[in-house]
């Protein structure tokens, strides 16, 4: 493999350095680098992030091939700066055996656009009743350390335990869909002054607070390591305000759209709005970035979740939950948390690199940029501004909310070990 000399690129956003990759490695960071034989990337003032992982991705295969493949999705991830992402388990058949974890794993390393890790479910078949696998999973090829019922929450606090103890054994998680299934039957939009307005039912910001509640004190009862998926509500902010002061191990998510979108959006009866958990209010979206400032949030994670025309192009009340996400998240991530002074580039870093891959475990991601480290990286410019044209997606899906909406920063370069996956802003 030849060398790539990336020039001037503001390394987490600070002074403009020049970066040297040779092979599947930086080799050198510093200032007037030697370009001898070297490809030349000019960076021009851009920022240099570490590539980007993403802790919660919906790639639908096996099973529905018709809304986004391991393939696609991949592309879509590499467009979007991730050089990983975690798969989730609802798949047909479900990811719930050391089988079907291993044949995504598989295909994830077959196409090379970025690695794929995938998650286990933590109940057979995604039924809440028996625990799955977990220790054949984690034993696999795909060496699972992340599970994750997600789509569905673990609501048998027993069954949420037993899985607590089952993965505290080799350093696994489980990862929570917060969700009171009782609390939320017919539930199709946030609870509150919107949908008594829409006549539309509601799902509470206690039926997501009651579920972690519950699992940051078991988790500390059995002393093992909790993940909460897609935090939503301030409430839910303090509940793990409180849990981290109390030493419990628990970590939490919370995805680009949760950042920006409110239950506002909803009046307009367009189902692109329509996910799980729902869109909030303003009071929210506030207190979930401010979380994700002081680190009681610690992470970004998509929520990717592609579905395909006829399942979203449709009234309210029929159409499918979730939202793509992959392609634009870091730009959200920039217009909510960079532009606004709540985060540098170096804590969008920690929050979207080196935090998920911690949590998820996953080695030679989320490192940082200096010699003799694996090159992933991802080049972003973040000075440029443009509408999403949801044609341009790598992704099978378009369900985006972002059709239209100006916003800013673009991925011009994506390095998987040294291999450029998206060059000029193109996937290569
Ligand atoms: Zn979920």
């Known amino acids: 493999m030849s060398k790539i000399l990336i020039r001037g690129a503001k390394v987490l956003g600070g002074e403009p350095q020049d970066v040297l990759i040779d092979g599947e490695f930086i080799e050198a960071v510093g200032s007037g680098l030697d370009a001898d034989g070297a490809q030349i990337v000019e960076a021009g003032g851009k920022v240099l992030l570490p590539g980007l992982v993403d802790l919660h991705t919906h790639l639908r295969e096996p099973g529905r091939e018709d809304s986004e493949t391991v393939l696609t999705g991949t592309r879509a991830a590499a467009s979007g700066g991730y050089t990983a992402v975690f798969a989730m388990a609802n798949t047909f058949p479900v990811a719930d055996t050391a089988g079907v974890v291993e044949q995504v794993y598989r295909l994830g390393q077959e196409h090379g656009y970025c690695d794929v890790q995938p998650i286990g479910a933590v109940t057979v078949g995604l039924e809440g009743k028996k625990l799955a696998e977990l220790g054949a999973m984690h034993e696999s090829a795909a060496g699972v350390t992340v599970f994750s019922d997600d789509g569905k929450c673990v609501d048998d606090a027993v069954i949420m335990r037993r899985a607590l103890e089952y993965v505290k054994a080799f350093g ?17 939009m946030n609870e509150g ?20 509640a519950r699992d940051v004190l078991l988790a500390e009862h059995v002393g093992s390591r909790v993940h909460i998926c897609h935090l939503s509500t301030a ?28 239950d506002e959006m909803v009046r307009t009866y367009n189902p692109v709005y329509k996910v799980n958990p729902p869109l ?16 009681t949030i610690d992470i970004v994670a998509t929520d990717h979740a592609p579905h395909p025309h006829e399942d979203k192009d449709c009234e309210w009340g029929a159409a499918a939950m979730g939202m793509v996400g992959l392609e634009t998240a870091l730009s959200v991530v920039q217009h909510t948390m960079v532009d606004t002074g709540l985060l540098d580039w170096a804590g969008v ?34 000075a440029y501004r443009g509408e ?18 100006e916003l800013p920063g673009r991925v011009t370069h994506t390095f998987l070990r040294g291999r450029a996956t998206v060059v000029d802003g193109k996937l290569a």
Do not use: C
């Open 172 to 188: 696994g998680v489980v990862a929570q869909h917060a969700q009171e299934p009782r609390l939320t039957e017919g539930a199709q």
């Open 193 to 212: 002054i919107v949908s008594a307005e829409l006549g539309l039912g509601g799902w509470p910001a206690v039926a997501e607070e009651s579920i972690i």
């Open 235 to 262: 409430g839910s902010v303090e509940i793990v305000r409180w849990a981290k002061s109390r030493g419990i191990d628990v970590t939490a998510e919370v995805t680009p759209h949760h950042l920006l979108l409110t």
């Open 280 to 295: 909030r209010t303003e009071r929210d979206v506030l207190a979930l970035r401010e979380a994700l400032a002081d680190g």
């Open 349 to 382: 870093a920690e929050r979207m690199s080196f935090r998920p891959a911690r949590i998820g475990g996953l080695e030679g991601h989320g490192r940082p940029i200096s010699a003799g480290e694996p090159a992933n990286l991802t080049l972003v410019d973040s």
């Open 388 to 405: 999403v044209d949801p044609a341009g997606f790598a992704s099978r899906s378009r369900n985006t909310p972002y059709e239209g909406r």
